[in-house]
């Protein structure tokens, strides 16, 4: 008999209340105490000590559990029949679903703790993005009865990207809704905290829930049990739409300590500064906030060129900015490149964020470095106000265009005034045919941020005096290019070599690729696929003896043409691919029907000399790979070969690298260079919005069984020409895992691919040294690897624990174990898990068996995890107007299509949505030797199709549409 006793402390009161629910649910809020001293934490912080009384004996054992998701799980898995963290008959991918959920929903807060007189305040961190809530720890303050999400508790939360992300967040929660509750048939954990979560979430951001998703937090948030556990839960809206007749009279909350407000004041500047709706853009601001004759909002576009320097536009809302006129009137010399400059810039220059900028910023412009250009027509005679933002987009101050010249004179700016033409509003509307279909999807995502986190030139951070540069100096959302350089590199994945677009694969990648191999071997085996291995080098008459062929190689070509000081007789090319350097040799070998199926694969590099930027893994001039090569004797025969190589593909994407894809048809413009048919598996990566090509498997037909005569005698004694196949999978897979798993720590690796999957630290101190430490760490080594775990023990002494926990993290190792004094006392080890962070306290006995078990459901979970981004970014779109905007917040989009051989609605697309791109980005143009164009191209045509209604037309020709296929910009 024991007595168990769990003290939760946290650093933020809505995990409490979360925490709370489930406790009740489960009949534990007895047996939980919930610590009224929060954690003091920069951080999100939730810690649970977990006590253990044995009546019998009276010892106590005490362990504690660290991370929101783990407390959460440690208390449903309490009583694991409830099924709050998934039905025991539900399987470990239930169980994952439902921590994704409460992960997901976590992100909701990230708060840090500061105190404040005699009552708690917490400032909660979203993504960078501040707001303050008050929580009243005094009895006085509090109706143990209720739980208030009002002003009354709280300051009105109003940021933009984190309203924005509340809002995707309730959409994917809707989306996921088929039924009553998001995890099976009956209420989990992630129905109750994402409820929970998500409505103090919204009812801080003024942020509007969708219909289902709303029932479902009415269900949970009014469950009698939930009611006992936490109180009643108020969910109150405080960003109702502004409805105004007038500016005049409508100031509604305190902006005395707005300093633009003050200043104004100072200035003795008549103003009135009132409160509306939350507006993302111009367009919203319109929408929200409409006005009276006489007054106009403004449109404010923050523009940067590194040679002229930095302007801040301000137009009427229906006022066109072209980058390019503008230059010229403003008779800016030489080159111009006017492009929107990034948040960070726009918050250093004008202290504001994106959302919120207007003329009136131009108050914390101290350096005088920003030229402020001003639409004449606002202070046109029938302009009687101006409304600007005062710093925030939650609210506007409407001043007189005369007052408007004060306040600039009175900061020292010295405006530009120009003309601007008015806007066409079907300048980038798409002429279809008048059958074309109207009705679309609505968009989804989130609107990708235009910030210089995406712009390829930015010079790298400095470090700071005294620190180092051991960390990432690079954060995933804010630059995704230079991220990503920064964890290869750091995690010492590859080192880079004297000749672009060529790099050295370092052991730690290596051995990714090591792994992947002996993986392919086995599943080729039982294929009946045999390796071999053929010359480097292919001559000139071979590889140009299948004209399209060459034709679709022949940039990329790399070639021999000295030998020393003697040139060549011919030139000879260093393989691009293999197809003309086997198939001679098929031709020598494949004489009967007896010697068919040949079934070939080889482990080789080749060489394209790629003329766009590379980038390591994804696009180099050397890259390694394995091709197969199979000959049959009927083209069903082939086509089944090439399903079964790419099914290969897809299991080692989505079950060894844990990536979902999409596997599916190419086109015609987009399939293999002399093939028949291309087969692909495409992934998606969340960070930089893009599609990239997984791996292809293509049906050659009999093409090049002709260019090189590869017959063979039927059992009928005739002549027949072999049906090919030809598959190939790269170490570009290595790149995607990297860019779909790692975060700002460095590299998450999925276990199965882990070059070690656990490493064990000991944290040496005057209580253990190393030589204490060393017999029990070999002996927690040993039980690893018995249990087949790729483990090592990190006993290097010149490196103390903090630093290798930074190395390993960096590497991505899944398990991280913590070796103490205290651990040596208890006979335990402290597991912490790499792609989550939750930290767990085990004993060492059978501590193998239990981890072999832990690193699979690792793997499940990030699985799920990468396949709910990519799902969140799959879209259907049936008409033109809402494809590019689609593919701005970062969507992949399927459409209709009037088939794979209409190459040039293909390519039409492809250009006019790079012109599109370009005109909403505002940029001239782009370099025709990017790897990542604005532009979009097809994927793939989805094996699995959606219905596709009888009379639905193809979303850019009008023609009749005969297939779904999936759009993307892609790498």
């Known amino acids: 008999m024991a007595l168990v006793i769990r003290t939760v402390s946290t650093s933020h009161p809505s995990a409490v209340t979360a925490l709370k629910a489930l406790a009740g649910i489960v009949g534990l809020s007895d047996s939980i105490t919930f610590s009224a001293e929060p954690v003091k934490s920069e951080s999100f912080a939730v810690e649970m000590c977990i006590t253990a009384k044995n009546a019998f004996s009276g010892t106590e054992l005490t362990h504690s559990i660290s991370g929101f998701v783990a407390c959460a799980r440690s208390i449903c898995m309490a009583v694991p029949e409830f099924g709050l963290w998934g039905q025991i008959d539900g399987g470990a991918g239930q169980q994952a679903i439902v921590e994704n959920w409460v992960e997901t929903a976590s992100a909701l807060i990230t708060p840090a703790y500061v105190t404040a007189g005699d009552k708690g305040t917490y400032l909660f961190d979203f993504q960078d993005q501040i707001f303050i809530a008050i929580f009243l720890t005094s009895k006085s303050h509090c109706d143990p009865g209720h739980v208030r999400c009002d002003s009354t508790t709280s300051t009105t939360v109003k940021d933009t990207l984190y309203k924005s992300q509340v809002l995707a967040f309730a959409e994917s929660v809707e989306k996921a809704l088929s039924s009553t509750f998001l995890v099976g048939d009956n209420v989990s954990a992630a129905d109750i905290v994402v409820s929970i979560l998500l409505a103090t979430a919204a009812s801080n951001t003024g942020a509007t829930i969708p219909e289902a998703t709303t029932k479902l937090v009415e269900t949970i948030l009014g469950n009698s049990a939930i009611v006992e556990a936490v109180g009643k839960i108020v969910v109150i809206s405080i960003d109702e739409p502004a409805v105004l007749a007038s500016t005049e009279g409508t100031t509604g909350a305190d902006f005395s300590m707005n300093e633009i407000v003050k200043k104004l004041d100072e200035m003795s500047i008549s103003h009135n500064t009132f409160a509306h709706k939350l507006s993302l853009k111009v367009e919203e601001l319109v929408a929200n906030v409409p006005l009276p004759a006489g007054e106009t909002h403004t449109k404010n576009l923050f523009f940067k060129d590194k040679k002229h320097g930095i302007f801040l536009v301000c137009v009427k809302p229906e006022s066109d900015v072209n980058t390019k006129a503008l230059g010229k009137a403003l008779k800016l010399e030489g080159k111009v490149n006017l492009r929107l400059a990034n948040e960070d810039l726009l918050m250093e220059k004008l202290g504001v964020k994106t959302g919120c900028v207007g003329l009136l910023s131009m108050i914390n412009n101290v350096d005088k470095d920003v030229t402020l250009v001003l639409d004449e027509s606002l202070f046109a005679d029938d302009v009687m106000k101006i409304n600007s933002h005062p710093l925030t987009n939650n609210a506007s101050t409407a001043l007189a265009p005369a007052d408007v010249k004060k306040f600039l004179d009175n900061v020292g700016v010295e405006a530009v005034f120009l003309p601007f033409a008015t806007k066409d509003a079907n300048a980038t509307e798409v002429k279809v045919p008048d059958n074309h279909p109207p009705q679309s999807k609505s968009l989804k995502g989130q609107q990708q941020q235009k910030t210089g986190g995406q712009q390829k030139n930015k010079d790298k951070k400095s470090s700071k005096k005294g620190e180092t540069l051991l960390a990432l100096q690079w954060k995933k959302h804010e630059n995704f290019a230079m991220w990503y350089s920064d964890v290869i590199v750091l995690s010492e994945m590859i080192s880079y070599y004297d000749i672009s677009g060529c790099y050295i694969l370092r052991p730690w990648s290596y051995k990714i690729w090591d792994l992947i191999q002996h993986w392919f071997n086995g599943e080729m085996e039982k294929l009946g696929v045999e390796n071999a291995y053929f010359p480097l080098f292919v001559s000139q008459d071979r590889l140009e003896k299948e004209k399209d062929h060459v034709e679709g190689?022949?940039?990329?070509?790399?070639?021999v043409t000295r030998s020393g000081n003697d040139e060549l007789a011919k030139p000879i090319a260093i393989r691009p691919t293999s197809e003309t350097i086997m198939y001679p040799a098929f031709s020598d070998w494949i004489k009967s029907h007896r010697d068919l199926p040949l079934k070939l694969n080889q482990w080789s590099n080749v060489v394209r000399w790629e003329f766009k930027d590379p980038t390591p893994f994804l696009r180099s001039r050397e890259f390694l790979w394995q091709e197969g090569h199979t000959a049959h004797a009927t083209y069903e025969e082939a086509d089944a070969m090439v399903m079964e190589a790419l099914d290969l593909y897809r299991r080692a994407y989505e079950d060894i690298l844990a990536v979902p894809v999409v596997p599916g048809y190419k086109t015609e413009k987009e399939k293999f260079a002399g093939g028949h048919q291309t087969t692909t598996v495409e992934a998606y990566i969340a960070g930089s919005g893009r599609a990239i090509q997984g791996a292809t498997s293509h049906n050659l037909g009999q093409n090049f069984g002709k260019m090189f005569n590869i017959n063979f005698q039927d059992e009928n004694g005739k002549s027949q020409i072999a049906w090919q196949t030809s598959w190939g999978f790269t170490t570009r897979a290595i790149g995607v895992m990297i860019m779909v798993h790692g975060d700002d720590k460095g590299l998450v690796m999925p276990p199965r691919i882990a070059p070690q999957q656990a490493v064990i630290v000991p944290i040496v101190s005057k209580k253990m040294t190393y030589e204490e430490a060393k017999p029990y760490c070999e002996s927690i080594l040993k039980d690893l690897q018995d249990a087949g775990i790729r483990a090592k023990y990190d006993d290097r002494n010149m490196y103390n624990p903090g630093w290798k926990y930074n190395h390993w993290e960096q590497k991505g190792v899944p398990?991280?174990?913590?070796?103490?004094?205290?651990?040596?006392?208890?006979?335990?080890?402290?597991?912490?898990?790499?792609?989550?962070?939750?930290?767990?306290?085990?004993?060492?006995?059978?501590?193998?068996?239990?981890?072999?078990?832990?690193?699979?459901?690792?793997?499940?979970?990030?699985?799920?995890?990468?396949?709910?981004?990519?799902?969140?970014?799959?879209?259907?779109?049936?008409?033109?107007?809402?494809?590019?905007?689609?593919?701005?917040?970062?969507?992949?989009?399927?459409?209709?299509?009037?088939?794979p051989e209409h190459q040039d609605w293909e390519e039409w697309v492809k250009n006019k949505s790079r012109e599109e791109s370009l005109v909403a980005r505002g940029q001239e143009g782009e370099d025709d030797r990017t790897a990542t164009s604005v532009a979009a191209k097809t994927l793939c045509i989805p094996f699995k199709q959606p219905e596709l209604p009888e009379g639905t037309k193809c979303f850019a020709s009008g023609k009749p549409a005969t297939c779904w296929v999936l759009w993307g910009r892609s790498y």
């Open 815 to 899: 398990l991280r174990i913590e070796v103490g004094p205290r651990d040596l006392e208890n006979k335990e080890a402290r597991v912490v898990t790499r792609y989550n962070g939750e930290k767990e306290d085990f004993s060492v006995d059978g501590l193998g068996s239990l981890l072999k078990e832990k690193l699979e459901k690792i793997q499940t979970a990030m699985f799920e995890k990468a396949k709910e981004a990519r799902d969140q970014h799959l879209v259907q779109v049936t008409d033109w107007k809402d494809f590019v905007p689609n593919l701005e917040l970062n969507n992949l989009v399927l459409t209709p299509w009037c088939g």
């Open 553 to 559: 190689f022949a940039p990329e070509v790399a070639w």
